[in-house]
């Protein structure tokens, strides 16, 4: 098991680049659709081509980090942990992933009842629910683009460069707590929002610890895809029947403890692992 070295001006730069890349991509995606579409309004052309925007973003951010890793495959690829993990493994996303959920839910009503009395909350609450509220307004094909990129490949790119490249670049200099705590604080910080930075950085906290213990990108891959399918298209599809939302989110919240002891099992196989190799 590697040790950290000294901290260097790459630990720094890895995630300034991995961030600036992929907000950069975001804006030429949104530049390109602009121009496709023919319409400078922000909000109206999202409205009508979310779907088309997330897909593009996600296809370009594709490309891009296949030069990164493939030009750094000698330094920045080595330090992705990839390990293969066999199915059973990996079926401990699925709880995981509902703990996340639950602790998010958790995490909503929290800021709810603090809305009611902080103004400043109430108007970032208004405005995370103006910006999640996007997907509501498409259909047909850009309703599947949007499933499709939201769900499946948006949660592959973050975690390639967040947990991949960002966090594999920490835990060269760092110690393993701190590295994950402060690539939890990136993945935050990233979403630029304050009500959504806020659970970002807890599902950080918990996408870190997994890819972390089982030393591979594949879990948090698999983690990420369950938390966004679930959370964002579940949602969309019974948004007209709260009554089964209700139930979905208690059936999440009831999933915290379980989740909690599938990481501990996962951090008891780490922990074994380094006492093999010491």
């Known amino acids: ?14 995630p300034l680049a ?25 909000a109206s052309l ?7 925007y997330i897909m593009l973003t996600a296809v370009c951010m594709f490309v891009v980090l296949f030069i990164w890793l493939y030009v750094g495959r000698k330094s920045t690829y080595q330090t992705v942990k990839r390990d293969r993990l066999p199915f059973p493994s990996l ?3 699925i709880p995981i992933a509902l703990a996340m959920l639950g602790i998010s839910n958790l995490y909503m009503l929290g800021v709810s009842a603090l809305s009611e009395h902080i103004l400043f909350i109430k108007n970032s609450l208004s ?16 309703a599947v683009l949007y499933y499709i990129g939201a769900g499946i490949c948006i949660p592959v790119v ?23 705590i ?28 997994a890819y972390l213990y089982s030393n591979s990108l594949h879990m948090s891959i698999t983690l990420h895809v369950i938390f966004n399918l679930l959370g964002g298209i579940l ?5 007209k029947d709260p009554a089964v939302l209700n139930v979905i989110g208690i059936i999440e919240v009831l999933f915290i403890l379980f989740g909690v002891l599938c990481i501990l099992y996962l951090r008891k196989g780490y922990r074994n692992k380094i006492l093999q190799e010491v």
């Open 235 to 239: 949602p969309l599809v019974f948004a």
């Open 127 to 142: 405005d995370y629910a103006g910006s999640t509220s996007l997907p509501n307004s498409i259909t047909g094909p850009e």
């Open 182 to 209: 402060l690539s939890a604080i990136v993945f935050g910080t990233m979403h630029m929002q304050l009500i959504q930075s806020g659970y970002a950085f807890i599902c950080g906290l918990i996408l870190g610890y």
């Open 91 to 93: 079926l401990l996303a």
């Open 158 to 180: 973050e975690e390639l460069i967040f947990r991949g490249i960002i966090l594999g670049e920490f835990l060269l200099t760092m110690k393993k707590d701190t590295a994950v």
């Open 1 to 14: 098991m590697s040790r950290p070295t000294f901290i260097r001006i790459r630990t720094f730069l890895v």
């Open 18 to 42: 991995g961030v600036a890349l992929y907000y950069f991509i975001q804006t030429m995606s949104l530049l390109f659709c602009s121009s496709f579409f023919k319409d400078n309004n922000t």
């Open 46 to 52: 999202l409205a009508a081509h979310y779907g088309t």
